[in-house]
């Protein structure tokens, strides 16, 4: 991953700080472990296409 990449998430996980902060219960921590991975996954897709339409629309 480049630099610009990194920035991103971190963007990313700051606008959803539920992200970084674990979960109290256990099965909560059990249900979110299985979503955060997805969670993460569609968030990042979506910083990429923000981006890339920003990028289309200065061009």
């Not at 970084?20 to 997805?38: I, M, T, Y």
Request: glycine share 4%; no cysteine; aromatic share 8%.
């Amino acid at each position: 991953m480049n630099h610009m990449t990194y920035l991103m998430r971190d963007q990313v996980r700051d606008l959803v700080p539920s992200l970084g902060v674990p979960a109290l219960s256990k099965k909560k921590s059990r249900e979110w472990k299985k979503l955060r991975s997805f969670a993460e996954i569609g968030a990042f897709v979506l910083a990429v296409l923000a981006y890339i339409t920003a990028l289309s629309l200065m061009a």
